[in-house]
């Protein structure tokens, strides 16, 4: 299984940008997948997630309202919709699979593949 993210860039505060992640594999709409993210000298925090079915996401408090996770199946891919970019959204981005859980975690050590990340910068 192999994850491929992109959409990342440098926008201004207030911007919008759109990550998606391509999965690899004819098992895809059996993972939770999830997005975490990863700022420079910070640990790796969970930013969203969402289960294999898509009715259910969950989000991190500092991205709820503005950030929206969402899947399409058919296309093997999961995309974060981030709306309202703040400086403090810099940092890189990774996908994430779970093929155990049928929910979407918010535990970093429970996703069982990663993409390579993806650079988001906002400036103020």
């Known amino acids: 299984v192999q994850l491929q993210a992109s959409g990342g860039g440098l926008v201004q505060a207030g911007d919008s940008l759109r990550l998606s992640c391509v999965v690899s594999?004819?098992?895809?709409?059996?993972?939770?997948l999830g997005w975490f993210r990863q700022a420079p000298g910070k640990e790796r925090e969970f930013v969203a997630a969402?289960?294999?079915?898509?009715?259910?996401?969950r989000y991190a408090d500092s991205v709820q309202g503005r950030f929206t996770i969402s899947r399409e199946n058919a296309e093997n891919t999961v995309y974060l919709q981030m709306n309202s970019l703040k400086p403090e959204d810099t940092a890189v981005y990774y996908c994430?699979?779970?093929?155990?859980?049928?929910?979407?975690?918010?535990?970093?050590?429970?996703?069982?593949?990663w993409g390579q990340g993806t650079q988001v910068t906002v400036s103020s």
């Open positions: 994430a699979a779970d093929r155990q859980r049928p929910y979407g975690s918010t535990v970093a050590s429970e996703y069982d593949y």
């Open positions: 594999g004819r098992t895809f709409s059996t993972y939770a």
């Open positions: 969402i289960n294999w079915a898509g009715g259910i996401t």
